[in-house]
């Protein structure tokens, strides 16, 4: 099981020191906040991609290689990668070089983007979002996959005779997990490659990712990657603990109160008891967290949501501290009833590995 | 066969007015159709459920509840009061952050009260087009109620419109409706799903 957190990296005010942090003290504190991951023992920090304020994170892998440089063991990722958006040849490019330069410390995790004005301002069309995301991906894959790529396609300028340098680390490109929550499409490609498929599991009850997790899952059997149980799964997650659990309540509710998405609407009772947002102690969000795998079956990565609704870097610091307290016992609890046929998380050393043992197979 | 109906009263007062002229309505079309079983539901009571389900893009437990009531049911009565030219933000709060394909080929009824019986094509120029963007099975008779028709002398035409729109619902429902519902399937076959396992579909 990997454990880590993922930013979508927007500027809130903080609603109770009236301050607003400048997009300069924002990218320099996602980087502080990744460092701290590392330090507390954590496995992934993953960034969101946007295009329009307030979110300052635009480009990905330039935030990803930079605190790279600074960290040992994070794995870094994306919390979406833009398929839509984004030309396919660039990703391929841009993340084959986080790739060396991070030694395959890092994967990425596509999605589609919902915000309906950066489409154009790529000159694309969002009511061709999964076309554009089945298309992009075909041609990612090959890019990645053959060293020279002769195609054509609806949305690209085609390409005759085109390789993608760097080629990936290793002769194995980067693991990839696909985000959605709605779309069964995505979930069928996340099936027929036999890639990771993520649900955010935030904001929302968790009833609502179940049917496209299970129908993943069932899709990756069908096309011959393993059984159902042995599909690659990534779950979100948020909380706020302090060691006592009305403490957390009362420093949290005004944040959670004047919050974006869900702010001015449910009370934070309400909202912990329908949504996977856990606000109370260590041992209570330990609780919750295991309850995910009783739910959603037996998963491979899980990643919380801690810098959010303008709480300051202090506390998000103080946060990863507590949840690195409880970390070892979340390791272990999940190792526990995880069945020994239900694979472990990808790791690029991990997918070097099982493609020697392949060579060696086939020789 | 029991006959499900839900009853959505969009009246914000309480007594409401809307409330009776949709028990009105139900009282009609328990006559009509005999063996039906009703759960009327008043979405006054629901207000906060309803604007936190706009905000957050969930429904709370008892607001999911009503939609998969909608959902179920064999046929929808819907009732509102009309405030300035149409129906109240309440209601159409309640159908924006319902499915949107929930009530594909359901016979729905139409009924609306209204300070003045100037109000009375709003039912026609507000709700009518509201359903059929649903794709509901709507009604032929929308029946307006205005101040004037609780009166004594205007009962009866009340009631004979109410009587011809429950008729109406009831041949709908005993008839093959629309021969449409809700697609819950994932529909593994449609173009851009097979394009994936086959990129020369494309």
């Known amino acids: ?363 | 066969m029991t006959v499900s109906i839900v009853a959505l009263s969009a009246g914000l007062g309480e007594p409401s007015t809307t409330r009776m002229l949709a028990d009105k309505v139900v009282a009609s079309a328990r006559e009509r159709l005999g063996d039906v079983s009703v759960e009327v539901v008043s979405l006054r009571e629901l207000a906060h459920d309803i604007t936190d389900a706009s905000l957050t893009g969930f429904a709370s437990a008892r607001l999911q509840h009503v939609y998969d009531q909608v959902a179920a049911a064999d046929a929808l009565i819907v009732a509102v009061p009309i405030f300035k030219v149409s129906y109240p933000g309440l209601f159409k709060s309640f159908v924006d952050a319902m499915e949107t394909d929930a009530i594909i080929g359901k016979p729905v009824l139409l009924a609306a009260t209204g300070g003045t019986a100037r109000h009375s094509l709003a039912i026609d120029m507000a709700l009518r087009p509201l359903f059929s963007y649903l794709q509901a099975f709507i009604v032929p008779t929308g029946i307006f109620a205005s101040p004037h028709d609780w009166g004594s002398s205007g009962e009866h035409a009340l009631q004979r419109r109410i009587d011809r729109a429950t008729g109406e619902l009831a041949s709908m429902l005993g008839g093959g409706g629309t021969g449409r519902t809700r697609e819950d399937e994932i529909d593994l076959f449609s173009d851009t799903m097979l394009s994936i396992s086959n990129p020369d579909l494309r």
């Open chain 1, 1 to 363: 099981m990997q454990i880590g957190i993922f930013t979508v990296g927007d500027v809130t005010p903080d609603p109770v020191n009236g301050t607003t942090p400048t997009e300069h003290e924002r990218i320099k504190a996602t980087v502080e906040i990744a460092k701290k991951a590392d330090e507390i023992g954590l496995d992934v920090f993953a960034t969101g991609e946007h295009h329009n304020p307030p979110f300052v994170p635009s480009s990905p892998t330039t935030t990803l290689a930079y605190i790279g440089a600074q960290t040992k063991n994070l794995i870094l990722s994306t919390s979406t990668t833009l398929i839509t958006t984004n030309d396919p040849v660039k990703i391929a490019e841009d993340y084959a070089t986080l790739q060396h330069l991070v030694d395959g410390r890092m994967d990425l995790m596509l999605g589609r983007g919902n915000t309906a004005p950066v489409y154009p301002w790529f000159g694309k069309d969002i009511s061709k979002g999964v076309e554009l995301t089945i298309e992009n991906y075909q041609l990612l894959r090959k890019l990645w996959d053959e060293p020279v790529v002769n195609w054509e396609g609806k949305f690209r300028t085609p390409l005759q005779g085109f390789t993608s340098t760097p080629a990936p680390l290793d002769g194995v490109a980067p693991f990839v997990w696909h985000g959605s929550i709605r779309t069964p499409e995505v979930a069928e490609l996340a099936a027929y490659y036999g890639d990771g498929y993520f649900a955010n599991n935030i904001f929302w009850p968790k009833e609502h990712y179940i049917r496209l997790i299970n129908f993943y899952r069932q899709r990756y059997a069908h096309y011959g990657h393993g059984d159902p149980e042995q599909a690659i799964v990534g779950l979100g997650g948020q909380f706020f603990m302090r060691k006592n659990s009305q403490d957390a309540v009362n420093e949290f509710r005004p944040y959670f109160d004047v919050a974006p998405v869900y702010g001015h609407g449910p009370s934070l009772e309400e909202f912990t008891e329908a949504t996977p947002l856990t606000v109370g102690s260590p041992q209570q969000v330990l609780e919750r967290t295991l309850q995910f795998a009783d739910f959603f079956g037996d998963y491979q990565r899980q990643l919380f949501l801690v810098d959010h609704a303008g709480l300051p870097l202090k506390t998000v610091l103080e946060q990863l501290d507590l949840l690195g307290e409880i970390l070892p016992t979340m390791r272990e609890e999940f190792a526990k009833r995880r069945p020994a046929n239900v694979p472990d998380a990808p790791t690029h050393a991990a997918r070097v590995d099982a493609k020697n043992a392949e060579k060696e197979v086939q020789a």
